[in-house]
């Protein structure tokens, strides 16, 4: 009977094994062997106006520097203005952004009493600034590159995108362990899983920053949700049901910091992993009945809505197969799913390192991915269990290095 239930309960856990581990290799192979698919360029087109949000919450630290990034962009300025939002700092934030709009007529402040939150910040924005056709999120420590916007609007010439994300590079990326597996991790997520799923016209991911979106559509469809930890993803998912294309666009660059504590790594990928099973909640039991996608756009986005499941069913087929090993006669289970599902990741990594021709110094710290990734599967069980247990959402501050980039 014990063995019984034991194969009964690995089924659902092969299933999402299997279904991560086709996926991640579609995505591979279509992110190396098919060809980019370039925006189109219209001679004669003009550009569109643009607004460009910054959301910030006590980002003295980096502020400055975004302020000298912006002014560098390669945009006409009678079509661009910026304004920065103050989502209820209580550190210099406040007076250093009236002193970059002292500086440059296009840059305006927008102070919010209260903290209210990154997606009513970003709403707020929408509603107090009319002007822009497209909507350009940058958080206070990115740095585009100077023809970043430029890159960027080129994929709106296409009337049915409605958002546009840009190909983000981590600058700190050996300042510490956790900081080169973020480095590492970001990197595949990007040029793997969204680049081919770009060049598969299968809706890559709108990020929190670098990221433009038609602002028509933006309002149309509510704007960004608000009480949610990832109203990007939300977005992401919202608008592609709605029949509108999204585009990753990895001549879009800025570059950022992450965490360089392990700390600071496991709360965000905490909240990432919260925020994923809010979105998974709101999205998964729609996408199964929602009929009028085409049927791998409505496979992929259903996966990515569940995205920190397969974390969850490594953990299980981890524990099954300790289990088999303890007593083969009664169960046996396919470990061979198991070695697979760990070491598809580590063949990306691989590959993609290769691809980019990496530092001696990012190979040399290959052997950290193991220990940072059972990191990140604590991080999604201890997300699970905030969301079943429906503790209180508790906004953390994303921990800054002390220089700026």
Not at 21 to 38: D, E, G, H, S
Not at 153 to 174: D, E, K
Not at 179 to 206: C, F, N, W
Not at 384 to 396: G, H, P, Q, V, Y
Request: with cysteine; net charge positive; charged share 20%.
């Amino acid at each position: 009977m014990l063995g019984f239930l034991f194969k009964l309960l690995s089924l659902p856990i092969l299933a999402i094994l299997l279904a991560f581990n086709l996926r991640r290799i579609v995505l591979t192979m279509a992110a190396f062997f098919l060809p980019r698919r370039r925006p189109p360029i219209g001679a004669n087109a003009e550009l569109p106006t643009v607004l460009i949000l910054v959301p910030c919450r006590d980002e003295e630290l980096v502020l400055e520097g975004l302020g000298r990034s912006l002014q560098q962009l390669i945009y006409p300025s009678d079509k661009l203005q910026i304004v920065l939002i103050d989502d209820g700092s209580t550190d210099n934030t406040l007076p250093i952004m009236r002193q970059l709009a002292r500086e440059n007529p296009n840059v305006h402040v927008l102070s919010l009493p209260q903290n209210v939150g990154k997606a009513n910040a970003l709403n707020a924005a929408l509603a107090a600034c009319s002007s822009g056709e497209i909507v350009y999120v940058v958080d206070a420590d990115h740095r585009p590159e100077p023809n970043t916007l430029l890159a960027l609007v080129r994929y709106f010439n296409t009337p049915n995108v409605a958002g546009v994300t840009g190909h983000t590079i981590v600058s700190n990326a050996l300042a510490s362990p956790s900081a080169y597996y973020s480095a590492v991790e970001s990197a595949v997520h990007q040029m793997i899983t969204m680049r081919g799923k770009d060049r598969l016209d299968l809706a890559p991911a709108l990020l929190g920053a670098n990221c433009a979106y038609r602002r028509a559509t933006l309002v149309q469809y509510g704007g960004f949700a608000p009480g949610v930890f990832l109203e990007d993803s939300d977005l992401t998912i919202r608008l592609s049901r709605a029949g509108y294309h999204l585009r990753f666009a990895e001549d879009a660059i800025a570059y950022f910091q992450v965490p360089e504590t392990r700390i600071g790594y496991l709360n965000q990928h905490a909240r990432w992993a919260r925020g994923f099973n809010d979105v998974a909640i709101d999205h998964a039991r729609g996408l199964i009945h929602q009929s009028n996608l085409r049927p791998l756009l409505r496979l992929e986005l259903f996966l990515f809505a569940v995205g920190y499941l397969d974390r969850i069913a490594l953990l299980g087929a981890g524990a099954l197969t300790l289990l088999s090993a303890l007593a083969p006669r009664r169960f046996r289970f396919p470990r061979a799913i198991l070695y697979l599902s760990l070491l598809t990741p580590f063949a990306q990594i691989i590959a993609l390192l290769l691809e980019q021709r990496a530092s001696a110094a990012m190979w040399l710290r290959l052997p950290l991915v193991p220990l940072f990734f059972a990191l990140d599967v604590y991080a999604a069980v201890r997300a699970m269990f905030d969301s079943l247990l429906k503790r209180k959402r508790i906004w953390t501050r994303t921990p800054r290095s002390t220089h700026d980039l």
